[in-house]
């Protein structure tokens, strides 16, 4: 499904600046797989997602999604692929455009835009059924601009539109980070009712130990722009936190040092 | 006074194609774009050429759109492909047309009292001076209006307002955000420019100078209308920068009367923008103040 092979990406290389972010990174996802993925601070968890998203270019390696090599393409042409919620609930929704406009640039998304209306009369049932899903109320507000929406209704917008029509992947880095405790549990189940109901394949950054623990059939920590710890099914399911603790330290010779990151 | 009202609306309407393209750029694509200052003398630049050289006055509007949009494109290039920032390359493309205006010309102005443009035409189907100049700017101004909503209710048109507003956003949608922004600049340049070509047929003359203080006079527009009109949504904002345009130009008929030196006219302008610009940060300490009470 995904393959990540000997992925490298500096920033700002030859300069004092320099940071190795990925080193050598490989994954391999089978269909389905719901892989969480825990690691400390500038680890590259965010950078091994911005890289599969093709935000910007890799060093060395290969990005391949169902047998076709992505690496080159540029971040819009892989749209098409790929479904994202990021930390920031700002970021996955246009502000100033109704809520039923950004579901419908999202009904579009990885199709070249044409001189046919932005919105059809008869997407906005599908819009108002898939909205009632979400059981926030939104249903009844698809003229409201987005703007005016809370951060977790933003975000659980953002999830449906990332999910609307079935990507291949699903990429979530930290999606609940910004919210507070009872709306993050919302947006999470959330999160599973709709990665299980379509069977997505998806790779979920948290910080929260016990979220990573209870969601996803397989685990991955990240130290030092690598994976270093990666667990699955039955073994996984058996998992606590101290063992995950004794895990990354057995793998990576240091106590794992994410200051937000959540033990329970 | 009210004998100055309709001449004061005409002229209002027809910079509103300037605010429009201004809208599109400032407010729509979230980019404040020089090219203006350009593609203003190069519409009327080019319209007034082809008019001298005998061509009528449609195709004259048609080139300097056609024109206009090469101007926004070529910004856009230089933003997009070339990383400058849209400032700068709005100033450089702004620059550049200087050059390219005079070339079109062949001199720094060019009149157009003896040939035939399009209030000549409607002057002879019996429209006096003043109503020739309404009646094409009201055409053109609700035709313009019209098109501009009707396209930013396609997917092109989304895409590209998405831009301005999230461009992290609409790339996750697989839309290639160079294309949009080079887009956007093509339409707000063609229709700055067509504004461009219709002042200079109602003045009589292009002049190489006629485009200094326009990014100005658009922002003016534009800030004004919203102000005063509103924003509650895209048709509301559209027609909020027309009639934004011509409030504009009855503030400054009213204090000319009033007996401001017209030299001063720039300053006065660039003064009003500048509050308006500022109008949110007074809002907001006298909303803190009331806070505090
Ligand atoms: N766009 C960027 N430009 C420059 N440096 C970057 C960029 N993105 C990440 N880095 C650097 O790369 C390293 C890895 O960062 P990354 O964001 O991937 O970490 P992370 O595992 O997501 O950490 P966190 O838990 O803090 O989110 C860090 O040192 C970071 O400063
Ligand atoms: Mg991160």
Not at chain 1, 171 to 190: G, I, S
Not at chain 2, 21 to 38: K, M, P, S, W, Y
Not at chain 2, 45 to 57: E, H, R, S, Y
Request: proline content about 3%.
């Amino acid at each position: 499904m995904l393959r990540i092979e000997h992925v490298s990406k500096t920033f700002f290389p030859g300069s004092v600046n320099e940071k190795r972010a990925l080193n050598d990174l490989n994954l391999q996802m089978n269909p389905g797989d719901f892989i969480t993925v825990i690691g400390g601070n500038g680890a590259g968890k965010s950078t091994m997602l911005n890289s599969i998203a093709g935000v910007f270019p890799i060093d060395a390696g290969k990005i391949i999604i169902d047998g076709e090599d992505i690496s080159k393409k540029a971040e819009h042409q892989r749209a098409k692929y790929i479904g994202r919620v990021f930390q920031d609930p700002m970021l996955g929704t246009a502000a100033g455009m109704m809520i039923e406009e950004n579901l419908a640039l999202a009904a579009r998304r990885g199709k070249t835009p044409t001189l046919a209306w932005a919105i059809k009369d008869s997407e906005r049932d599908d819009f108002r059924e898939m909205l009632r899903g979400l059981d926030l109320g939104l249903e009844s507000r698809m003229t409201n601009r987005v703007g005016l929406l809370s951060g977790g209704q933003r975000q659980a917008l953002t999830l449906l539109m990332a999910t609307m029509n079935q990507p291949k992947l699903l990429l979530l880095d930290e999606h609940t980070a910004a919210l507070d405790p009872k709306t993050a549990e919302k947006v999470l189940n959330l999160t599973l009712d709709i990665v299980q109901r379509h069977h997505l394949t998806t790779l979920m950054i948290t910080h929260n130990m016990r979220d990573a623990l209870r969601f996803g059939n397989r685990l991955v920590m990240m130290n030092a722009g690598r994976i270093v710890v990666d667990v699955e099914g039955e073994e996984k399911e058996k998992l606590t936190i101290p063992d995950l603790l004794a895990l990354f330290e057995k793998a990576s010779g240091s106590a794992l040092d994410n200051d937000r990151i959540l033990l329970g | 006074m009210f004998d100055l009202l309709l001449p004061t609306v005409s002229q209002g309407l027809l910079w509103s194609m300037l605010a429009l393209g201004v809208f599109l750029t400032f407010r729509v694509l979230d980019i404040a774009d020089l090219t203006v200052e350009g593609s203003f003398p190069l519409g009327a630049a080019v319209a007034a050429a082809c008019l001298v050289k005998g061509g009528n006055p449609f195709t004259a509007i048609v080139l300097a759109a056609i024109a206009g949009g090469l101007a926004g494109v070529i910004t856009g290039l230089l933003h997009t492909k070339l990383k400058i920032p849209a400032l700068l390359a709005g100033i450089l493309t702004m620059i550049a047309l200087y050059s390219v205006n005079l070339r079109v010309m062949g001199k720094a102005n060019l009149s157009l009292l003896r040939v035939d443009t399009v209030f000549t035409y409607l002057r002879n189907m019996g429209l006096d001076n003043n109503m020739s100049i309404f009646t094409v700017g009201i055409i053109s101004t609700v035709l313009f209006v019209l098109a501009i909503y009707w396209f930013f209710g396609t997917e092109i048109g989304a895409a590209i307002r998405a831009t301005g507003f999230n461009p992290q956003m609409i790339r996750a949608q697989g839309v290639d955000t160079n294309h949009t922004i080079i887009f956007g600049l093509l339409l707000s340049n063609a229709l700055v420019a067509i504004s461009g070509a219709f002042i200079g047929q109602s003045n009589g003359f292009a002049d190489v100078g006629m485009g200094v203080g326009t990014i100005v006079i658009g922002l003016a527009s534009v800030i004004i209308g919203e102000v005063l009109f509103g924003t509650r949504s895209f048709k509301n904002s559209l027609i909020s920068v027309v009639l934004g345009s011509v409030v504009y130009r009855i503030v400054i008929a009213v204090v000319l009367q009033m007996g401001m030196p017209p030299n001063d006219l720039k300053l006065f302008t660039a003064v009003l923008v500048a509050l308006a610009l500022a109008l949110p940060l007074f809002q907001n300490k006298i909303n803190k103040r009331k806070v505090a009470e």
